[in-house]
């Protein structure tokens, strides 16, 4: 048997506070999705959180999403003019930021800025035992803070990814019209053009699972915080780390199947 310090202690304890976690966490999500169904219906706090995380996070992607467009022209047209294909440029960059960068960029940027944002508040919350007085004023605290943060950003994540397809497209076209003089809508043609509903399909089903992890993760570190003012910026780290981490695995999942029904 292993004794208290010893490394087979220490890894025990790491397996059995890892599998503590995930089950927390799954049980988490469950009740969200039974809350989620049940009345009350908070509307009103699911607009104002809505109109919250994208006022936080527009500005930000409006200058990412830009740049993106324009310097991933700007890197890809040497390529192209290698091989004499400068003129599949447009149709490079609308299959690129639409089916990939679009949605990853925004969701990377909203678990920086809306996840940490989420689980700083709840976890503040937490401590300050207000969650707890919620609970005695017979307000079901699960049901009004997590709940409708978790359907805020479900549902504002893939408004902002389009916004920033949007403005990376544009910022493509500058750098297009500026080397060749191209039209804005010869540009959106062409860009469109390889563009198929499953793409954008693809895009959609990822920016709803991105805002749906950032929300669920975001509410269940602050919602679980403790030791006070510092459990409260360890809520916030956390759900930064532990979204990005998850985004970037959905990415490669997502991926992998939508590939499987391009072969059909």
């Known amino acids: 048997m292993s004794k208290p310090g010893s490394r087979p202690y220490l890894f025990t304890r790491t397996i059995d506070s890892f599998l503590t976690g995930l089950s927390d966490a799954f ?8 809350e989620a169904f049940l009345p009350p219906f908070h509307v009103r706090e ?21 740049i993106i467009g324009l ?15 400068t003129s599949w440029l447009p149709s490079l960059i609308g299959i690129a930021i639409i089916r990939a960068l679009g949605p990853l960029v925004t969701a990377l940027i909203c678990a920086g800025k809306v996840g940490s944002s989420i ?47 949007c403005v990376g497209l544009y910022g493509s076209y500058i750098n297009v019209h500026f080397e060749e003089a191209t039209g804005i809508i010869s540009f959106y043609q062409n860009a469109f ?15 709803v699972v991105f805002g749906f992890t950032i929300g669920v993760v975001g509410c269940y570190k602050g919602y679980n915080a403790t030791q006070g003012t510092r459990g ?33």
């Not at 049980?27 to 039974?34: E, G, L, P, S, Y």
């Not at 994208?54 to 409006?62: D, W």
């Not at 300050?128 to 609970?135: S, W």
């Not at 509903?197 to 920016?207: A, C, E």
């Open 232 to 264: 409260v910026g360890m809520a916030a780290n956390k759900a930064v780390i532990v979204s990005m981490f998850l985004i970037f695995l959905e990415e490669m999942v997502i991926v992998q199947v939508m590939n499987w029904f391009r072969h059909f």
């Open 119 to 165: 689980g700083a508040e709840i976890g503040s919350m937490k401590v300050t035992e207000q969650i707890e007085a919620m609970e005695v004023s017979a307000i079901n605290p699960f049901k009004y803070l997590v709940t409708t943060r978790v359907l805020a950003t479900t549902l504002t994540i893939p408004i902002l990814s389009l916004y920033c397809v």
């Open 193 to 207: 053009s390889s563009v198929s509903f499953l793409d954008i399909y693809t895009s959609v089903i990822k920016s």
């Open 27 to 34: 049980a988490f999500t469950v009740r969200f999705f039974k």
């Open 71 to 85: 310097v991933f022209t700007k890197q890809s047209r040497p390529s192209l003019e290698d091989f004499g294909a």
């Open 46 to 66: 699911i607009i104002n959180q809505s109109f919250e995380i994208g006022l936080k996070s527009l500005s930000l992607i409006t200058v990412t999403g830009f």
